[in-house]
């Protein structure tokens, strides 16, 4: 099921590292809006953040893949000492491809991470990557997201995952 993510999380710091690793994990696919910052702020959580020093130092690979522009991607990427792929068009496969370049991992090593069912998910699971769906920052969305949400939640409604 292309929609289907494989576990769900509240916050990125909340996903288990240890279990990633146990379970063969080696390189992370992260979404940048909404997944490791919220809208309208400027950088990750203190908590954030500190998962992904915690990630990279027990050996994880991290690349941020984001459908934003450079300048705000490579800011945060840069400030958390991670590579990334910036105009990603997802859900289309190609930044997907260049992502597990970058880590040099394998799709079985490797786990996606976004808030968005359409991109982040989809995306994953046309290019057979497993896929951890957050919950989207906060309240204070564009409000173009807002109808996104609501087919979301359709999809997701009464799903056990
Ligand atoms: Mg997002």
Not at 9 to 37: C, K, M, S
Not at 97 to 112: I, N, P, S
Not at 129 to 142: A, D, Q, S, Y
Request: with cysteine; charged share 25%.
């Amino acid at each position: 099921m292309l929609l289907r993510p494989d576990r769900l999380a509240r916050r990125v710091y909340e996903i288990p590292l240890e279990e990633l690793i146990a379970a063969g994990i080696r390189g992370l696919i992260i979404d940048l809006d909404n997944t490791l910052v919220g809208y309208r702020q400027q950088r990750p959580s203190d908590e954030d953040a500190a998962w992904v020093a915690a990630a990279l130092a027990r050996g994880l690979r991290i690349v941020i893949v984001s459908n934003n522009v450079q300048g705000w991607v490579s800011e945060v990427a840069g400030g958390l000492k991670i590579s990334f792929v910036h105009k990603a068009a997802k859900p289309l496969p190609r930044a997907f491809g260049k992502a597990l370049q970058l880590l040099g991992t394998t799709r079985d090593q490797t786990m996606v991470v976004g808030d968005q069912l359409f991109t982040d998910v989809l995306g994953a699971k046309l290019c057979g990557l497993k896929v951890i769906l957050t919950e989207p920052f906060g309240p204070r969305e564009h409000p173009a997201m807002r109808l996104l949400r609501f087919f979301e939640r359709l999809f997701l409604r009464g799903r056990q995952v």
